[in-house]
C-alpha cells in the first residue's frame, strides 16, 4: 500500500548555526515519499547559504521577512501538498525514523488527527539536559493549568487536522501551537506514543529559553483573547494560570505595572498561594530604591 506524502515545514530566521544539522535531520530520514519546504524569515546570518546547498532536495524554499514564526508556518503550509503535515523549528533536530514511527502510528489509528512524541531537550551545543515526556493529552487539565501536552517536535498531523483547526493564529508568539493542538483536540483524536522523536534546542535567542516580555504579552493574549469566551473546560482556571505566567515573565522583563496588573487579575479569579507571593514579590520590587 503506498504511503501518504508527508510535508514537513522548517521554519528558520537567523539561526544559521544550528540550520544545517535541523535540515539535514529531515532530508535524512528513510521515509518516502517526503516534502520538505523552507521558509526563512530574510535571515542575513549565512542561512540562505545553507539552504541552496540543499535547494536540491527541497520541494521549495524563500528567504523573505515575514510577520514572524506562524506567519512563516502558514505559508509554508499553503504550499504543502502532503496528506500528513508537520514543522521543525531550525534549532531543533529530527531523529532518524521519527518520521516513518509517527505515520505508522497514523496508519495503525485511522481516527488519529495528531500523533506525538518524546523530545529530549539539549542545549546550545547539543548535550542532553533531559527529556519531555508525552503528557496524555487531556484538553481541560491542559486548559487548567496552561500546558500544553503536546511535544511539537516530531509531531504530525493529517490534513484534515489543519483544515478543521488551521491556518494558526499569526498574533500568537508562543502559545500558536497550543491554541492549534486545542483546536484539533476539539475535532478529534489527539494521541500520544512513547517514542523519542526529536531534540529540543534551548538556548539564549530561543523561544523556550529567552524572550521574557514577547512570552509575558502572549500569555496574557492567550487569557485575553483566546480562553475568554471559549467554552473550553477548565477556561476560566485556564485564565488564571495564564495571567499568572504573564505576571511571572513581566517582572523577569522588568515590566513591574505589568506585572502587578497580571498577577491581580489571576488572583482575582483563582486566589493562590504562589500567585500571591509572586505579587509580594513584585510590590517589593517596586517600592525598593
Known amino acids: 500500500m503506498a504511503r501518504p506524502l508527508v510535508s514537513v515545514v522548517v521554519s528558520s530566521y537567523q539561526q544559521g548555526r544550528f540550520l544545517e544539522q535541523a535540515?539535514?535531520?529531515?532530508?535524512?530520514?528513510?521515509?518516502?515519499?517526503?516534502?520538505?519546504?523552507?521558509?526563512?524569515?530574510?535571515?542575513?546570518?549565512?542561512?540562505?547559504?545553507v539552504i541552496r546547498r540543499h535547494e536540491g532536495r527541497l520541494a521549495s524554499w524563500?528567504?523573505?521577512?515575514?510577520?514572524?514564526?506562524?506567519?512563516?508556518?502558514?505559508?509554508?503550509?499553503?504550499?504543502?501538498?502532503?496528506?500528513?503535515?508537520?514543522?521543525?523549528?531550525?534549532?531543533?533536530?529530527?531523529?532518524?525514523?521519527?518520521?516513518?514511527?509517527?505515520?505508522?502510528?497514523?496508519?495503525?489509528?485511522?481516527?488519529?488527527?495528531?500523533?506525538?512524541?518524546?523530545?529530549?531537550f539539549v542545549d546550545e551545543s547539543g548535550a542532553e539536559l533531559f527529556p519531555l515526556e508525552p503528557r496524555p493529552f487531556d484538553v481541560e487539565a491542559m486548559v487548567r493549568a496552561c500546558?500544553?501536552?503536546?511535544?511539537?517536535?516530531?509531531?504530525l498531523f493529517r490534513r484534515r487536522a489543519w483544515e478543521l483547526a488551521g491556518p494558526l493564529n499569526e498574533d500568537g508568539h508562543y502559545l500558536f501551537d497550543f491554541e492549534f493542538v486545542l483546536a484539533v483536540g476539539r475535532a478529534g483524536p489527539v494521541v500520544p506514543i512513547a517514542d523519542r522523536l526529536a531534540l529540543y534546542r534551548v538556548h539564549p535567542e530561543s523561544k523556550s529559553g529567552g524572550g521574557s516580555l514577547l512570552k509575558a504579552r502572549d500569555y496574557a493574549r492567550f487569557a485575553d483573547e483566546f480562553l475568554a469566551g471559549s467554552g473550553l473546560p477548565g477556561a476560566d482556571e485556564g485564565r488564571a494560570s495564564a495571567y499568572l505566567a504573564a505576571g511571572d515573565y513581566f517582572y523577569d522583563a522588568g515590566e513591574l505595572?505589568?506585572?502587578?496588573?497580571?498577577?491581580l487579575a489571576s488572583l482575582r479569579i483563582r486566589p493562590s498561594r504562589r500567585g500571591a507571593g509572586l505579587l509580594g514579590r513584585t510590590l517589593a520590587r517596586s517600592v525598593l530604591p
Do not use: C, M
Open 147 to 155: 500546558a500544553n501536552h503536546v511535544v511539537q517536535p516530531g509531531s
Open 62 to 120: 524563500t528567504s523573505e521577512q515575514d510577520r514572524g514564526q506562524a506567519h512563516a508556518l502558514n505559508k509554508g503550509f499553503a504550499r504543502a501538498q502532503g496528506e500528513v503535515l508537520g514543522w521543525l523549528a531550525s534549532d531543533d533536530v529530527l531523529l532518524p525514523g521519527a518520521i516513518a514511527r509517527v505515520v505508522d502510528e497514523l496508519e495503525r489509528r485511522t481516527d488519529a488527527l495528531l500523533v506525538y512524541g518524546e523530545a529530549l
Open 23 to 49: 535540515l539535514s535531520s529531515v532530508l535524512d530520514q528513510e521515509y518516502e515519499p517526503l516534502e520538505v519546504i523552507v521558509v526563512d524569515g530574510g535571515s542575513t546570518d549565512g542561512s540562505v547559504d
Open 257 to 263: 505595572a505589568e506585572a502587578r496588573r497580571a498577577l
